[in-house]
């Protein structure tokens, strides 16, 4: 998945890994917009929309009815959204709160949702009532799963990697309490600066950081008039 603006506005595209097949406009809009994550089937992808200043997250599928919808939409800004590995929640940051926290909401695929929506149906299987949860308590920015889904990494803003445990009972999801992991001189540091995430984790549960270098320059040893072969 990548965006391009070889239309004249950044639009979403999809190409096989192995170069096989052409290129495939998945969103287009006049808006800005971001891709953050797949589903772990491939199914559906998350994305933020910036439209007039705020941001929000939209989903779409990636077969059959490629229209996108809403996942997310409030006044406040909500960017970032990734998939949990099991596909069933999407962790987040969000400024409702003042500052930039992390939560996570159940995610209900369109199709799902489109029915409850029908009259005479249960009700809308999204928001609030859908069941949201703050995660971080004193500030946190760019979500990433553990890839069992059983902890939540985000950054502190002091750089710090934190970590949280989820735990899971039916419909219910339960955060603990945040623990920091270790601090992390990650570039753009702990803080919403507009940049794209700068770590990762692995399958096997290394984590991957691009970090800031160290300011001090490292000495230069100077060797002059090196004359390796008249030694042989």
């Not at 406009?25 to 971001?34: G, I």
């Not at 909500?78 to 929640?89: A, L, M, N, Q």
């Not at 899971?168 to 920091?180: F, K, M, R, Y």
């Amino acid at each position: 998945m990548f965006r391009s603006n070889r239309t004249g506005q950044f639009d979403l595209y999809q190409k096989r890994m192995n170069g096989a097949g052409v290129e495939e406009r998945l969103v287009e809009s006049d808006e800005f917009k971001y891709a953050t994550s797949w589903s772990a089937d491939g199914s559906y992808l998350l994305y933020g929309s910036n439209p007039l200043g705020s941001n929000d997250l939209w989903v779409v599928p990636t077969a059959g009815d490629r229209t996108p919808s809403v996942f997310l939409k409030t006044p406040f800004r909500e960017t970032w959204g990734v998939f949990s590995p099991d596909g069933r929640w999407v962790a987040y940051q969000s400024n409702e709160s003042g500052r930039m926290e992390i939560y996570v909401r159940s995610f209900v695929p369109p199709s799902a949702q489109a029915s409850a929506d029908k009259p005479g149906a249960a009700g809308p299987m999204t928001g609030a009532g859908a069941g949201q949860w703050q995660v971080s308590t004193a500030g946190g920015v760019h979500a990433t799963w553990r890839p069992d889904g059983t902890e939540l990494y985000y950054l502190n803003p002091a750089g710090g990697m934190m970590a949280v445990p989820i735990t899971v009972t039916g419909s219910t999801l339960e955060p603990g309490a945040p623990v920091l992991l270790f601090p992390t001189r990650i570039v753009g540091g702990g803080g919403d600066n507009q940049q794209m995430q700068q770590y990762d984790v692995a399958p096997d549960g290394r984590f991957l950081i691009n970090m800031e270098l160290d300011s001090a320059a490292a000495p230069i040893t100077l060797i002059q008039n090196w004359q390796p072969e008249a030694k042989k």
